[in-house]
């Protein structure tokens, strides 16, 4: 971001235009510093933290009854270090069972490489992050020299979207490693091997036999969990897990971050359930399992307390409990195995655990964030104006301009090769638009509900459409305050 008194061959530039309206613009340019400290709300930069809730839609939690929850990534938070356990075991599998060259042993696990929800070219091998209409990102294409591929467009035809950022990293240096060295690969071939090897590392059970050796290691903010859970009960509020994980993983995370009795939280419990074929599949029964984990033959006619369930079927599930429409709160981290059937097809509401709010919100926060953002509106407000200026001055002022723009909002704020989850250059990023698409609420994790009173109305911020006034005040007054009980959640982080 430049500094806010700008280059000075774009005040030299702009000066030397005849027209009033370019010195107008210029003088307007001139005293940049001081419009934007008015444009800037006072606190701006302190209205939002990583705690809030946000609102997609209108929720009252007082009309919800009963809260389920996936298991991994939302009840269980994991570190980082698994990420680089599962990297390492699917480059290996790649290795030794898909028999890929050695040399792809040289490539380790690169720390925030990647962000969700990037998509990745089966055609051409191009990792890449889209916009909310299919559109990619510049400065965003893991391999740029391949771009001229695209000859009709920088418009996406053929892209897997994928939510494992092992699995991205490991595509990254796989593609990597062939084109450095001048192999010719199948880019289908190579998603389709690296998709199994990650697959392998679940169902070989190395993901949860690492974390049960070193619960310390991998879990975190286990606390904050089995405060959400005492809170819920102690509201007489009916509650579920539905998990794809088995039951001796779950009930050893589950032990360990909440105790001995933590089945007596939940009003059911499912595990293997096979999501999200669980939602669409009308077939499978549920099993029961014994206390020792093993499967039992009768029939299941009822749900109940204290019992562990395998497999199954949603609605099986609403047949048996009666939990159907805006009585239900399901959280998940997951937008389409997690949340997608839920909305779309059975009116459950949704709340989507997205961890990487913490990190994003604070950047946001920022006053070189709040300040290079309300610069980059005033200029494109500018730059709107200028266009309809046709003399040469007027076009290299505007062409200075629009380069200007493209650098005032760098993605290296946020992820250094693909900036935020959220955003692209100007637009919501794809993942974003199904974050609102497939949720009713947002939240970095479940712990965020100890901030709100269980009868709070979460509220959406009326983003004003395209051809509405934008007003700050209809901004700044919903969806953004600061969360009400922060202070007394102290005590737990």
């Known amino acids: 971001f430049p500094s806010c008194t700008g280059p000075r061959s774009r005040w030299r530039a702009t000066a030397s235009l005849g027209s009033k309206i370019c010195v107008r613009l210029a003088l307007v340019t001139l005293s940049v510093p001081h419009l934007l400290s008015d444009l800037i709300p006072p606190g701006a930069c302190n209205l939002l933290n990583s705690s809030t809730i946000y609102a997609n839609n209108e929720v009252a939690l007082a009309e919800v009854d009963i809260y389920g929850f996936d298991y991994d990534y939302t009840l269980a938070m994991y570190s980082n270090a698994l990420n680089v356990m599962i990297y390492n075991k699917a480059r290996s599998f790649l290795i030794e069972h898909f028999k890929y060259p050695e040399g792809l042993r040289k490539y380790d696990y690169i720390p925030n490489f990647t962000v969700r929800g990037l998509h990745y070219d089966i055609q051409k091998g191009l990792l890449m992050k889209i916009d909310a209409f299919h559109y990619i990102q510049p400065g965003t294409v893991c391999y740029q020299a391949l771009l001229y591929i695209f000859s009709q467009g920088p418009k996406v035809k053929q892209f897997m979207d994928i939510f494992s950022i092992p699995e991205m990293t490991l595509l990254a240096s796989a593609n990597d490693f062939f084109i450095t060295n001048g192999i010719e690969y199948d880019p289908v071939h190579l998603f389709k091997d690296i998709s199994e090897a990650i697959g392998m590392v679940h169902l070989k059970g190395y993901m949860y036999k690492w974390v049960m050796e070193d619960l310390d290691k991998f879990i975190l903010r286990g606390e904050e969990t089995d405060a959400v859970l005492h809170r819920l009960v102690s509201h007489g509020k009916k509650?579920?897990?539905?998990?794809?994980?088995?039951?001796?993983?779950?009930?050893?995370?589950?032990?360990?971050?909440?105790?001995?009795?933590?089945?007596?939280?939940?009003?059911?419990?499912?595990?293997?359930?096979?999501?999200?074929?669980?939602?669409?599949?009308?077939?499978?029964?549920?099993?029961?399992?014994?206390?020792?984990?093993?499967?039992?033959?009768?029939?299941?006619?009822?749900?109940?307390?204290?019992?562990?369930?395998?497999?199954?079927?949603?609605?099986?599930?609403?047949?048996?409990?009666?939990?159907?429409?805006?009585?239900?709160?399901?959280?998940?981290?997951?937008?389409?195995?997690?949340?997608?059937?839920?909305?779309?097809?059975?009116?459950?509401?949704?709340?989507?655990?997205?961890?990487?709010?913490?990190?994003?919100?604070?950047?946001?926060?920022?006053?070189?964030?709040?300040?290079?953002?309300?610069?980059?509106?005033?200029?494109?407000?500018?730059?709107?104006?200028?266009?309809?200026?046709?003399?040469?001055?007027?076009?290299?002022?505007?062409?200075?301009?629009?380069?200007?723009?493209?650098?005032?909002?760098?993605?290296?704020?946020?992820?250094?090769?693909?900036?935020?989850?959220?955003?692209?250059?100007?637009?919501?990023?794809?993942?974003?638009?199904?974050?609102?698409?497939?949720?009713?609420?947002?939240?970095?994790?479940?712990?965020?509900?100890?901030?709100?009173?269980?009868?709070?109305?979460?509220?959406?911020?009326?983003?004003?459409?395209?051809?509405?006034?934008?007003?700050?005040?209809?901004?700044?007054?919903?969806?953004?305050?600061?969360?009400?009980?922060?202070?007394?959640?102290?005590?737990?982080?």
Not at 277 to 289: A, E, M, S, V
Not at 398 to 426: A, D, L, Y
């Open 239 to 493: 509650m579920f897990l539905i998990t794809n994980s088995p039951f001796s993983f779950v009930d050893k995370g589950m032990t360990y971050m909440v105790g001995k009795n933590w089945r007596d939280f939940f009003d059911v419990v499912i595990v293997q359930a096979d999501k999200p074929h669980f939602f669409t599949d009308c077939i499978k029964p549920f099993r029961r399992l014994d206390g020792n984990g093993d499967l039992k033959w009768e029939k299941i006619n009822s749900l109940d307390k204290g019992q562990i369930y395998k497999q199954g079927n949603l609605f099986d599930f609403l047949r048996l409990t009666g939990w159907r429409g805006s009585r239900v709160l399901y959280f998940g981290d997951h937008l389409y195995s997690d949340l997608a059937d839920l909305m779309l097809r059975h009116g459950w509401r949704t709340a989507a655990i997205v961890p990487e709010l913490e990190p994003e919100t604070k950047v946001v926060s920022t006053d070189r964030y709040t300040v290079s953002l309300t610069w980059l509106q005033a200029l494109t407000g500018l730059m709107e104006r200028l266009q309809t200026h046709r003399d040469p001055e007027s076009k290299l002022v505007f062409e200075e301009w629009q380069n200007e723009r493209e650098e005032v909002m760098t993605k290296n704020v946020f992820n250094p090769q693909f900036g935020s989850i959220f955003r692209t250059c100007h637009n919501p990023t794809y993942f974003s638009r199904r974050l609102s698409r497939f949720s009713d609420v947002y939240m970095a994790s479940v712990s965020c509900l100890l901030n709100y009173d269980l009868d709070y109305t979460f509220y959406p911020r009326r983003t004003p459409l395209q051809h509405e006034a934008p007003l700050w005040m209809d901004q700044l007054c919903t969806g953004c305050m600061k969360t009400p009980y922060l202070e007394e959640m102290s005590h737990i982080r």
